[in-house]
């Protein structure tokens, strides 16, 4: 596979249930992201990881966890969301550190689409 | 705060110019971006310009960048139905060194045919 994939694609789940989203990027790159999109607001950038490091967290509420084992793989695990919790969430990658494009251009997953009753 | 803020829709006939437009308020961005976002997918980078040029063309893509205003348009020329997507202005956050960005709420682009 190339690019940045995401798993599941759809995820429902109960407010009292601990799920995990993945996110694989084969880019060879060393920053990733993760970003939640709800409908008519800003895409909101939630946590940045730069060579396993997390060096970004958006004011995050703790039932979102992120998890970054190595520059390719990403998680976020989720235990007692809330219904307002329900949105698109959206993994990045990026070569890494400061500068921008092109070796800093954002590489977006297609997101894993979560509904929470 | 750094803030970006579109218009959230916007309707043209197919062959028409759309121009989409964008306010941020963060004068030290050094990049300013454009990404697309189709139904079903990821957003993906259409263009970008540096912060000390005003104009960037690419095919049927024009940038327009008025520093002084803190405006950014996406101009697409003979507009294709292929076009219509959720476009989202972007600018690099200041003092980060992470590589963040501050994205606005996205413009829908409607193309009629």
Same mark, same amino acid.
């Given at each position: 596979?190339?690019?940045?994939?995401?798993?599941?694609?759809?995820?429902?789940?109960?407010?009292?249930?601990?799920?995990?989203?993945?996110?694989?990027?084969?880019?060879?790159?060393? #920053?990733?992201?993760?970003?939640?999109?709800? #409908?008519?607001?800003?895409?909101?950038?939630?946590?940045?990881?730069?060579?396993?490091?997390?060096?970004?967290?958006? *004011?995050?509420? +703790?039932?979102? *966890?992120?998890?970054?084992?190595?520059? +390719?793989?990403?998680?976020?695990?989720?235990?007692? $969301?809330?219904?307002?919790? +329900? #949105?698109?969430? $959206?993994?990045?990658?990026?070569?890494?550190? *400061?500068?921008?494009?092109?070796?800093?251009?954002?590489?977006?997953?297609?997101?894993?689409?979560?509904?929470? $009753? | %705060?750094?803030?970006?803020?579109?218009? &959230?829709?916007? !309707?043209?006939?197919?062959?028409?110019?759309?121009?989409?437009?964008?306010?941020?308020?963060?004068?030290?961005?050094?990049?300013?971006?454009?990404?697309?976002?189709?139904?079903?997918?990821?957003?993906?980078?259409?263009?970008?310009?540096? !912060?000390?040029?005003?104009?960037?063309?690419?095919?049927?893509?024009?940038?327009?960048?008025?520093?002084?205003?803190?405006?950014? !348009? &996406?101009?697409?020329?003979?507009?294709?139905?292929?076009?219509?997507?959720?476009?989202?202005?972007?600018?690099?956050?200041? %003092?980060?060194?992470?590589?963040?960005?501050?994205?606005?709420?996205?413009?829908?682009?409607?193309?009629?045919?």
């Amino acid at each position: 596979e190339t690019g940045v994939t995401q798993t599941p694609r759809h995820l429902v789940m109960g407010m009292t249930n601990k799920k995990s989203l993945k996110c694989e990027q084969h880019l060879g790159h060393n #920053a990733m992201y993760w970003y939640k999109q709800s #409908a008519k607001k800003p895409l909101e950038l939630m946590f940045v990881y730069n060579f396993k490091e997390q060096t970004e967290n958006n *004011s995050v509420p +703790s039932r979102f *966890s992120p998890e970054c084992p190595n520059s +390719s793989h990403l998680f976020l695990h989720l235990h007692t $969301l809330q219904p307002e919790d +329900s #949105a698109l969430y $959206l993994c990045a990658s990026s070569g890494g550190g *400061s500068g921008g494009p092109p070796y800093n251009e954002q590489f977006f997953g297609p997101g894993t689409r979560l509904t929470v $009753l | %705060g750094e803030d970006v803020e579109q218009s &959230l829709f916007l !309707s043209v006939r197919e062959g028409d110019s759309s121009v989409i437009n964008c306010t941020y308020t963060d004068s030290s961005s050094t990049y300013l971006y454009w990404y697309k976002q189709e139904p079903g997918a990821g957003l993906q980078l259409l263009t970008y310009i540096f !912060s000390n040029m005003d104009m960037k063309q690419d095919q049927r893509l024009t940038v327009l960048l008025n520093k002084k205003d803190k405006h950014l !348009s &996406l101009r697409i020329a003979d507009t294709q139905t292929g076009d219509s997507a959720i476009y989202f202005c972007a600018e690099s956050g200041a %003092g980060s060194n992470t590589g963040k960005l501050i994205f606005g709420q996205g413009t829908t682009l409607q193309v009629k045919p």
